[in-house]
């Protein structure tokens, strides 16, 4: 057995649980989905802050003759258009019919994807439908490490290392976002829990209010009546 096939042995059962949780909670997102002539698609992902993401898209153009998706043709292109938690926009630029998007996140939350097609200036498109095979990459899932081993001449112990320093590293920004989303729920709570307190109040009050105006309304008609 080669030294670095022991390392690897060495580093697979701790790495396996990180790996595992990695998968789980930041898996590669790989769809297609169909969008008619003016329809517009729009995908949530949930982000930590300062996290790349890396959208990768192709598109297949319904053609009658054959009853299959072929390729698109180069002049039909994907407008992309990304929005951060704020409804901010981050990203929005005309790609072509097949492309490559890239974002960091610099606000936690759910960030919003759209794609549309420029299908107005095609008139093969027209009353024809496209299909969109879309792969959405998230944290260290965007990283390239075959090229990275090669620019910094790794051997693979190190390249599996450096996998688990940025695995460990994008761990580290759920955990934050995990307790930034049960900051937002506590004080979504409590605002609640005040809310329906006051209410509560405001309720008692109107009701001894109305009780004490029921009782001298009473009062004030059997004195009339001379009934007491």
């Avoid at 180069?74 to 097949?98: A, N």
């Avoid at 729920?185 to 609640?192: A, D, G, N, P, Y």
């Amino acid at each position: 057995m080669r030294p670095s096939e022991r390392g690897y042995k060495m580093l697979s059962f701790p790495a396996a649980g990180v790996i595992l949780l990695l998968a789980w909670i930041y898996p590669s997102d790989s769809l297609y989905f169909h969008i008619g002539e003016t329809e517009k698609k729009c995908f949530i992902e949930e982000i930590p802050d300062e996290t790349m993401v890396i959208g990768k898209y192709r598109t297949q153009l319904w053609d009658k003759q054959t009853g299959s998706f072929l390729p698109a043709t180069p002049g039909l292109g994907m407008h992309v258009e990304i929005k951060d938690p704020d409804t901010k926009i981050i990203l929005s630029r005309q790609y072509g019919s097949d492309g490559r998007f890239t974002f960091t996140s610099h606000t936690p939350g759910e960030h919003q994807i759209c794609l549309h097609s420029n299908s107005t200036k095609m008139a093969l498109f027209a009353g024809g439908k496209l299909r969109v095979h879309l792969d959405i990459q998230v944290g260290e899932h965007t990283n390239n490490y075959p090229e990275i081993a090669a620019k910094d001449k790794l051997t693979e112990l190190q390249l599996r290392v450096r996998q688990l320093l940025d695995q460990v590293e994008q761990i580290q920004k759920e955990q934050n976002y995990q307790r930034y989303r049960e900051e937002r729920f506590r004080m979504t709570s409590e605002s609640t829990n005040q809310r329906v307190l006051w209410w509560s109040i405001a309720q008692t009050v109107i009701l001894i209010v109305t009780g004490i105006w029921q009782m001298k309304h009473l009062k004030s008609f059997f004195e009339a009546k001379k009934l007491v």
